[in-house]
Nanobody, 119 residues
Framework: VQLQASGGGLVQPGGSLRLSCAVI????????MAWYRQAPGKQRELVAS???????NYADSAKGRVTISRDNAMNTGYLEMNSLKPEDTAVYYC??????????????WGQGTLVTVSS
């Protein structure tokens, strides 16, 4: 099982990006999914999370600008980011709590996708 993150890139301030996180491999179920970010010289921090029933949670810095969602049929999570600011520049990591086919609960991380907000 692996998580494949994509969608990062260079965007101007005020712009938008949509990140995707695909769970690749045979699993039983995805519990919670989340997005974290790590800016240069800073600790990794939670941006948003979504539970298996769709309940969402956002960091204060993300509220009103970010929407986390998931497509359970596609085993994919998304992070829609709007009104991007230079301080949103970071490597964004997806995270998923997964129940394997052997009914073991494991947490997986994606490889990270770089978001750069700059004019």
């Amino acid at each position: 099982v692996q998580l494949q993150a994509s969608g990062g890139g260079l965007v101007q301030p005020g712009g938008s990006l949509r990140l995707s996180c695909a769970v690749i491999g045979s699993i039983f179920r995805i519990n919670a999914m989340a997005w974290y970010r790590q800016a240069p010289g800073k600790q990794r921090e939670l941006v948003a999370s979504i539970s298996s029933d769709g309940t969402t949670n956002y960091a204060d810095s993300a509220k009103g600008r970010v929407t986390i969602s998931r497509d359970n049929a596609m085993n994919t999570g998304y992070l829609e980011m709007n009104s991007l600011k230079p301080e949103d520049t970071a490597v964004y990591y997806c995270n998923a709590n997964i129940v394997t086919r052997d009914f073991i609960i494991l947490t997986y991380w994606g490889q990270g996708t770089l978001v750069t907000v700059s004019s």
